[in-house]
């Protein structure tokens, strides 16, 4: 937790929009400039791994396939964010189009292949030819002989984001090299470089550095891009230092390649961090606050409308939209003045002024107060209502809220205690009683982190909204049985034993974006959806194929035994003995009323099938009914609405 390198804000997905300020929601757009380079080491393939799967990408084509996917995702998911690429180290030269008129090259082999602009179409096919066609990238990729400097290439991509995105709360620059030392016998290159990235960290910029390693060399952050690279440090003077993290080697041994792993590590990074709720007070003690954010890490993704779009005209438009208040009786327009909320109570309205409405709905300031500790323990997995949320130290209202947090989060993790808080998330919120779960942090193979460490809100159910779970019926397998599905289970465990949920998207949502792709970018329909949820059949056949038919014949064999066990035991007039080895134990099991020994004549099958046939099943009494349906091994429980269905589909379906 010393290690402050380690506290990354977390990548977000967008919150509901009802739970989100209005304003801030329409501004918080993302701009993203890529900026790749392009040299004769960035041109060379690594080596194959493995003779079987060869890496075919250079880093450059990697890198550029890289922002042709981001953008085909953004332009449908992200449609008013900006997004451009900028290759710095070419033969050629070329800037925005009005440095172009006047003749002037201000920045000197860098080549601006899209500018920053919100994607469309165009923008979309060109990066498409250049990533597919190789003749084109050859004639473009051609590395210059003279060095380039990187202050230049820093200060072109600010005068982008100056000139292109002057106004978005998040603008990040993200840098594809596999240089780590581009001035090692030039110093005022270097510190000129550095001033220029300490001009864009103060315009708001945020500089991402991917970098590629070698198999014969590592990356290493420490010979120039330590003084390029802002890590996020708390405002603290009296905390510890950042600490460079090393990047793992591109070509590993496992044959991962070199487009899969630079994708994966440009996604952990393309989705802007959006706070659920910023600089809320966290109050530890009596007159003891400190300020955190809160995000939430897991939500279902959805495909979301945008806008209508009006068809019947000469070319489509976006409609605008108007809400009018309509009364049911005489079809007027209601005024707003007119509308007045009220909660009926004992037959009666009672009406509420829009003051007296905001005085019930306020449960005092958001903020988050712990009341007490408990011990992990006590927490049960069935206490959580909905999605927990993630919370994060900020120094924006109190100084030193990192060290103060990171403190707390080391002592519930060493104690094994969560603290119990009252939550209130935003103003007129509802209030929560959360629990406050340290949550310690998560590194891939590779070192790169998955999980931030830091806290977990979790809401904490009230006395009414737990409920009795319905009974149900107990059946114990025998041990054999038991013994024989462990062996299947084993068999079809996961590589490693991990489940990670980014290499299973939503096939629905992908297919929807699939189609809107196609149909923006002019493109045949595709004609089924890629969908990776679906198991794979002749792998598991292949492993546990054998061993699923053996415990189907153990299953079959076991279940004659204990039919047998019961047709005697009933004939003789005794109940099975509880607590034989083989016994397969019913607990919990209603006893379902007959119509035995109230007087009721039982119903035969010739019967019933001929009330069927003359539609008077629903005349017959409901012990009855129960009495039949039992007989023949169908389910008794419902209305005899239900039970009158039960017996019809019966006969119906012969």
Same mark, same amino acid.
């Given at each position: 937790?010393?290690?402050?390198?380690?506290?990354?804000?977390?990548?977000?997905?967008?919150?509901?929009?009802?739970?989100?300020?209005?304003?801030?929601?329409?501004?918080?757009?993302?701009?993203?400039?890529?900026?790749?380079?392009?040299?004769? @080491?960035?041109?060379?393939?690594?080596?194959?791994?493995?003779?079987?799967?060869?890496?075919?990408?250079?880093?450059?084509?990697?890198?550029?396939?890289?922002?042709?996917?981001?953008?085909?995702?953004?332009?449908?998911?992200?449609?008013?964010?900006?997004?451009?690429?900028?290759?710095?180290?070419?033969?050629?030269?070329?800037?925005?189009?009005?440095?172009?008129?006047?003749?002037?090259?201000?920045?000197?082999?860098?080549?601006?292949?899209?500018?920053?602009?919100?994607?469309?179409?165009?923008?979309?096919?060109?990066?498409?030819?250049?990533?597919?066609?190789?003749?084109?990238?050859?004639?473009?990729?051609?590395?210059?002989?003279?060095?380039?400097?990187?202050?230049?290439?820093?200060?072109?991509?600010?005068?982008?984001?100056?000139?292109?995105?002057?106004?978005?709360?998040?603008?990040?620059?993200?840098?594809?090299?596999?240089?780590?030392?581009?001035?090692?016998?030039?110093?005022?290159?270097?510190?000129?470089?550095?001033?220029?990235?300490?001009?864009?960290?103060?315009?708001?910029?945020?500089?991402?550095?991917?970098?590629?390693?070698?198999?014969?060399?590592?990356?290493?952050?420490?010979?120039?891009?330590?003084?390029?690279?802002?890590?996020?440090?708390?405002?603290?003077?009296?905390?510890?230092?950042?600490?460079?993290?090393?990047?793992?080697?591109?070509?590993?041994?496992?044959?991962?390649?070199?487009?899969?792993?630079?994708?994966? @590590?440009?996604?952990?990074?393309?989705?802007?961090?959006?706070?659920?709720?910023?600089?809320?007070?966290?109050?530890?003690?009596?007159?003891?606050?400190?300020?955190?954010?809160?995000?939430?890490?897991?939500?279902?993704?959805?495909?979301?409308?945008?806008?209508?779009?009006?068809?019947?005209?000469?070319?489509?438009?976006?409609?605008?939209?108007?809400?009018?208040?309509?009364?049911?009786?005489?079809?007027?327009?209601?005024?707003?003045?007119?509308?007045?909320?009220?909660?009926?109570?004992?037959?009666?309205?009672?009406?509420?002024?829009?003051?007296?409405?905001?005085?019930?709905?306020?449960?005092?300031?958001?903020?988050?107060?712990?009341?007490?500790?408990?011990?992990?323990?006590?927490?049960?997995?069935?206490?959580?209502?909905?999605?927990?949320?993630?919370?994060?130290?900020?120094?924006?209202?109190?100084?030193?809220?990192?060290?103060?947090?990171? &403190?707390?989060?080391?002592?519930?993790?060493?104690?094994?205690?969560?603290?119990?808080?009252?939550?209130? &998330?935003?103003?007129?919120?509802?209030?929560?009683?959360?629990?406050?779960?340290?949550?310690?942090?998560?590194?891939?193979?590779?070192?790169?982190?998955?999980?931030?460490?830091?806290?977990?809100?979790?809401?904490?159910?009230?006395?009414?909204?737990?409920?009795?779970?319905?009974?149900?019926?107990?059946?114990?397998?025998?041990?054999?049985?038991?013994? @024989?599905?462990?062996?299947?289970?084993?068999?079809?465990?996961?590589?490693?034993?991990?489940?990670?949920?980014?290499?299973?998207?939503?096939?629905?949502?992908?297919?929807?974006?699939?189609?809107?792709?196609?149909?923006?970018?002019?493109?045949?329909?595709?004609?089924?959806?890629?969908?990776?949820?679906?198991?794979?059949?002749?792998?598991?056949?292949?492993?546990?194929?054998?061993?699923?038919?053996?415990?189907?014949?153990?299953?079959?064999?076991?279940?004659?035994?204990?039919?047998?066990?019961?047709?005697?035991?009933?004939?003789?007039?005794?109940?099975?003995?509880?607590?034989?080895?083989?016994?397969?134990?019913?607990?919990?099991?209603?006893?379902?009323?007959?119509?035995?020994?109230?007087?009721?004549?039982?119903?035969?099958?010739?019967?019933?099938?001929?009330?069927?046939?003359?539609?008077?099943?629903?005349?017959?009494?409901?012990?009855?009914?129960?009495?039949?349906?039992? @007989?023949?091994?169908?389910?008794?429980?419902?209305?005899?609405?239900?039970?009158?269905?039960?017996?019809?589909?019966?006969?119906?379906?012969?």
């Amino acid at each position: 937790m010393a290690d402050e390198n380690k506290w990354k804000p977390p990548g977000e997905e967008e919150e509901e929009e009802e739970e989100l300020d209005e304003t801030a929601y329409k501004s918080a757009k993302d701009a993203v400039l890529f900026v790749i380079e392009v040299s004769e @080491s960035m041109l060379t393939a690594p080596p194959p791994v493995d003779a079987k799967k060869q890496e075919r990408d250079t880093p450059t084509s990697a890198a550029l396939k890289c922002a042709y996917a981001l953008m085909q995702q953004r332009i449908i998911s992200n449609p008013n964010d900006m997004m451009g690429v900028l290759l710095y180290g070419t033969e050629q030269s070329k800037f925005q189009e009005e440095e172009q008129a006047r003749g002037t090259l201000a920045y000197p082999h860098c080549y601006l292949l899209t500018d920053l602009d919100i994607p469309a179409a165009e923008d979309v096919k060109a990066l498409r030819s250049l990533v597919e066609d190789e003749e084109e990238s050859k004639k473009l990729l051609v590395p210059s002989k003279d060095r380039v400097s990187m202050a230049n290439v820093l200060f072109c991509a600010n005068q982008i984001f100056t000139t292109k995105a002057p106004n978005f709360n998040s603008r990040r620059l993200f840098i594809v090299t596999d240089h780590d030392d581009p001035h090692e016998k030039d110093k005022a290159l270097k510190s000129s470089a550095a001033v220029r990235a300490k001009d864009l960290y103060d315009l708001g910029v945020i500089i991402e550095l991917f970098p590629i390693s070698r198999p014969n060399h590592e990356f290493d952050r420490s010979k120039f891009y330590d003084d390029i690279i802002y890590n996020a440090r708390p405002m603290d003077p009296e905390a510890p230092a950042p600490i460079s993290g090393t990047t793992a080697p591109t070509s590993t041994s496992d044959g991962i390649s070199l487009l899969h792993s630079l994708l994966s @590590s440009i996604n952990s990074k393309a989705v802007a961090r959006r706070a659920l709720f910023s600089s809320v007070p966290f109050e530890i003690g009596p007159g003891f606050k400190i300020s955190v954010k809160g995000y939430i890490i897991f939500k279902r993704q959805e495909p979301k409308r945008s806008c209508y779009v009006w068809l019947e005209g000469e070319k489509p438009q976006i409609a605008a939209g108007v809400t009018t208040q309509m009364a049911d009786d005489t079809a007027r327009t209601v005024e707003k003045v007119e509308i007045k909320k009220a909660y009926k109570f004992g037959g009666e309205q009672i009406t509420f002024t829009p003051e007296e409405v905001s005085v019930l709905r306020h449960f005092g300031d958001p903020g988050i107060r712990i009341i007490g500790f408990k011990p992990q323990s006590m927490l049960p997995v069935w206490a959580n209502l909905k999605q927990s949320t993630f919370i994060y130290p900020s120094e924006d209202d109190y100084v030193g809220s990192t060290r103060v947090f990171s &403190a707390l989060q080391q002592k519930l993790l060493k104690d094994k205690k969560i603290a119990v808080a009252w939550f209130v &998330a935003r103003k007129n919120a509802s209030p929560v009683v959360a629990a406050i779960i340290p949550g310690a942090e998560k590194l891939d193979e590779n070192g790169a982190q998955i999980t931030p460490p830091g806290m977990w809100l979790c809401p904490l159910p009230f006395a009414d909204d737990i409920r009795q779970n319905p009974e149900t019926t107990l059946i114990r397998a025998p041990d054999t049985l038991i013994d @024989s599905m462990r062996v299947v289970v084993q068999q079809l465990q996961l590589p490693k034993a991990v489940y990670d949920p980014h290499k299973y998207p939503n096939p629905a949502l992908q297919w929807h974006y699939r189609i809107l792709q196609a149909m923006a970018l002019e493109e045949d329909l595709p004609e089924k959806p890629e969908d990776k949820t679906i198991p794979k059949y002749k792998q598991i056949d292949k492993r546990a194929g054998s061993y699923i038919i053996d415990w189907g014949h153990e299953l079959h064999r076991r279940y004659e035994e204990w039919r047998k066990e019961n047709e005697s035991s009933a004939v003789l007039g005794k109940r099975p003995t509880p607590g034989g080895k083989d016994e397969i134990a019913v607990r919990g099991a209603k006893k379902t009323k007959t119509g035995e020994g109230d007087g009721t004549p039982e119903i035969d099958d010739a019967q019933m099938k001929k009330a069927f046939e003359k539609q008077s099943v629903g005349k017959m009494t409901i012990p009855q009914l129960r009495t039949w349906l039992q @007989s023949k091994g169908m389910p008794v429980s419902g209305k005899k609405a239900q039970l009158v269905e039960r017996v019809e589909g019966h006969f119906e379906q012969k």
